[in-house]
């Protein structure tokens, strides 16, 4: 157990290193606006209701 606490770290400097070894970090990309944020969750909750609707559909008929 010991051993794999001691790879979290190098793993997670991996990732931010970037999975293609150029050196691109996660940190380079801008933080997603509020509106943006807000505009994903509404079309989430509205696949997932269609999603939801299809199978109703299918189950009840």
């Given at each position: 157990?010991?051993?794999?606490?001691s790879?979290?770290?190098?793993?997670?400097?991996?990732?931010?290193?970037?999975l293609?070894?150029s050196?691109?970090?996660?940190g380079?990309?801008?933080?997603p606006?509020?509106?943006q944020?807000f505009?994903?969750?509404?079309?989430?909750?509205?696949?997932?209701?269609?999603m939801?609707?299809a199978?109703?559909?299918?189950?009840?008929t």
């Amino acid at each position: 157990m010991g051993r794999s606490l001691s790879l979290t770290p190098s793993i997670s400097h991996a990732l931010d290193r970037g999975l293609d070894g150029s050196g691109a970090t996660r940190g380079t990309q801008p933080a997603p606006l509020p509106g943006q944020r807000f505009g994903a969750d509404i079309l989430g909750l509205a696949i997932f209701l269609v999603m939801l609707a299809a199978h109703a559909l299918t189950k009840f008929t």
